[in-house]
């Protein structure tokens, strides 16, 4: 293939299955996406993708250059991360990513604390819930929940953050036993599970929400009863830990980096400033008074 542009192209399809899809993956029109398509498919004399029902599907020639085309991408961000881990000095980019709520919740001060202390690094911080490849350079260091992270990253366990049932100090008081109810994060089948093992098993759901602060903030207003982060209930005034409930711990935490960046200085300074800050909050996160 002269054109080695063309490469990320029949990634993209491959990858979404779709021409639209794909131009969203690459950030170009549709319309762009089908030239290059075209224009690849001639210079073969052979089309690179069926077009089916289920969506772009590659043939047999398509399928030995999907193969070339990760090779390549693979050995791209293998040189970006090489070149970056040579660098030396206490400055340059970050990019960290951590849920919304760790960052609201545990370590908003710090991390505006990190940046005043070193002017020269320039951090950048995604709030997200999905799962970022740090094989692909979508974020340099990641602090997540997990059971398993994967096993060539390296960097720090912790301890696991807890969850307990909470609501408002007066929500109890103010509401007769049948018209309590739940404010839900997780889907309905998840959420029977923490139910079950409350003190107020029997009482339904009201509200499902799929925005942490949302349902944080809804809890606090005194609208239902929830499952939720002892290090984000704990701290409020206004909330309460439901009569008998205990902290259940979920899993642990992580401050991860991949190893062609481990001695960078600066992703070394940010991740044991990370791990230090979380320590200091063991407690809160554990779900300890």
Known sequence: MKDWEHYRFILAVQRAGTVRGAAGLLGVNHA????????????????????TAEGYQPTQLGL???????????????????????????????????????????????LT??????????????T????????????DIVIRAANSPPDHLVGRRLFPYALCHYCHVD??????????????????????????????????????????TFLHRAVVAGKGMTFVACYMADPEERLVRLPGSQP????????????????????????????????EKRGLIEGRF
Do not use: C
């Open 113 to 126: 604390d990190f940046v005043n202390r070193h002017p020269n690094i320039d951090l950048s911080i995604e």
């Open 32 to 51: 762009t996406v089908s030239r290059r398509l075209s224009q690849i498919n001639e210079d073969y004399g052979q089309p690179v993708f069926d077009r």
């Open 64 to 110: 030995q250059l999907v193969l070339a085309a990760e090779q390549m991408e693979e050995i791209t961000f293998s040189a970006v991360r090489q070149q970056r881990a040579l660098e030396t000095e206490l400055s340059g980019p970050i990019k960290l990513s951590l849920a919304k709520v760790i960052a609201q919740f545990l370590l908003r001060d710090e």
């Open 171 to 212: 929500y109890l008081k103010n509401t007769p036993p049948k018209d309590r109810k739940w404010l839900s994060f997780s889907p309905r089948a998840d959420a029977k599970k923490w139910i079950a093992t409350s003190p107020y098993p029997h009482a339904p759901i009201g509200l499902q929400i799929d925005d942490l």
């Open 128 to 139: 997200s819930y999905k799962y970022v490849d740090l094989d692909r350079s979508e974020a």
């Open 248 to 279: 259940q711990a979920i899993a642990d935490l992580w401050v991860l980096t991949h190893p062609d960046l481990r001695d960078t200085p600066r992703i070394q300074a940010l991740m044991k400033f990370l791990t230090a800050a979380l320590i």
